[in-house]
């Protein structure tokens, strides 16, 4: 029996009895009419429409119904393409390396661990030799792990494009810049928390071999220095989402590249980046004319939901309103007004001047209502 719940096979025969109800056809005596047959019990579901109806259930109720049948098994183990393990407080390891390598056309595998951590390096080798189609993979809060995981991945999974490793400080920028060499199709990476691996050789080694990158959060990264940012600019002019939050060696330089560079940022988080100044606030506004805009094409004609959409610039005491104000005015989707926040400035009271367009609109509006003209 696997799960924390005990569930019990009765409970997953009522629980798929209502689902074959709600999909419309009824669930009763006559069983279930279906082109090729009748379906009498649950056991004589067909292999699609099993995985379709696993996949409206959580994870934990998918394991249960491993121990059906053989043919469920069987069917599961070929078909399931999506699974997490988050639901696992214990033996998560144990549970990677027996049932894992069954199944073999998996796509999509979360083993983040919400409590105390459990994964070790053998399970993650064991998913790099039998999972080789693995396209998302998330091991955050793997403390455990050690880099003979990340040069496994680099070998058995080089179709990632979507790796999230936050949390594990033991990852070195070697092991780190290895698996990028042959990973080069990640599109999201996140190292939130690496601590040791997020250095500036290793971000240029994903400036060299990753340019479809399109999310990287190295928050709390602090070896992280303009080297490293520019080479990320340089190399991958595809990121869209970049948080450098508490990397607290970068300059106004790293916001220029990005801002010259990456023309489809949407979000950048640079929370308590205290060396950023106002000529960084400059450069993204005029990123705006200059990456969007021609001769032709004033900026109050282009769309609202292009450029950026969030800005975290908390704890940036250098910054001063007319600059942040500048970044407001220039992207229509940053917002101050309440219940829109995406202009986050928690920390600087200086910039308390500095409000979006509907915001000023809004108070306008209230000081008419309130003092309507004579």
């Given at each position: 029996m696997v799960g924390k719940d005990n569930l019990k096979t009765e409970d997953l025969n009522l629980c798929f009895e209502k689902l074959m109800m709600l999909g419309g056809s009824g669930?009763?005596?006559?069983?279930?009419?279906?082109?090729?047959g009748v379906i009498n019990e649950w056991k004589d579901i067909?292999?699609?429409?099993?995985?379709?109806?696993l996949s409206l259930v959580d994870d934990q109720t998918v394991f249960v119904a491993i121990g059906v049948c053989r043919g469920w098994r069987d069917a599961i183990f070929l078909g399931l393409t999506h699974l997490s393990l988050i639901w696992c407080s214990k033996n998560m390891n144990n549970l990677v390396l027996s049932l894992v390598p069954k199944f073999t056309k998996l796509q999509s595998l979360t083993l983040r661990q919400e409590q105390k951590p459990q994964l070790e390096d053998n399970a993650v080798e064991t998913i790099a030799n039998c999972c080789h189609d693995l396209q998302i993979?998330?091991?955050s809060k793997s403390f455990k792990l050690r880099d003979r995981s990340?040069?496994?991945l680099a070998h058995?999974?080089?179709n990632l494009t979507k790796l999230n490793i936050s949390g594990c400080s033991a990852f070195s920028d070697d092991a780190l810049a290895y698996l990028v060499?042959?990973?080069?199709?990640?599109?999201?990476?996140?190292?939130c928390g690496c601590v040791r691996a997020p250095t500036d050789s290793a971000l240029q080694a994903i400036g060299l071999y990753c340019s479809q990158l399109q999310t990287l959060n190295l928050g709390w990264c602090e070896n992280v220095s303009d080297v490293g940012v520019m080479s990320l600019a340089y190399g991958c002019p595809d990121l869209r989402c970049v948080d450098l939050c508490g990397c607290v060696l970068i300059t106004d330089d790293s916001v220029i590249a990005l801002a010259n560079r990456c023309h489809h940022l949407i979000s950048l988080g640079l929370y308590y980046c205290q060396n950023?100044?106002?000529?960084?606030?400059?450069?993204?506004?005029?990123?705006?004319?200059n990456n969007k805009t021609t001769m032709w094409e004033p900026v109050k004609g282009m769309n609202e939901e292009e450029g950026l959409r969030t800005l975290n610039i908390s704890?940036?005491?250098?910054?001063?309103?007319p600059a942040v104000q500048a970044v407001c005015d220039s992207f229509p989707s940053l917002h101050t007004c309440s219940g829109r926040h995406s202009l986050i400035m928690s920390g600087c009271l200086n910039l308390m001047s500095v409000h979006c367009a509907c915001a000023v609109q809004a108070h306008r509006t209230a000081t008419t209502f309130l003092h309507p003209a004579h």
């Open positions: 669930f009763g005596k006559g069983g279930v009419k279906m082109e090729g067909p292999m699609e429409l099993l995985l379709q109806i993979l998330d091991l990340l040069y496994a058995g999974c080089p060499r042959f990973c080069r199709k990640l599109k999201s990476l996140n190292l950023i100044t106002d000529r960084a606030m400059y450069s993204l506004a005029h990123s705006r004319v704890q940036c005491t250098a910054l001063t309103p």
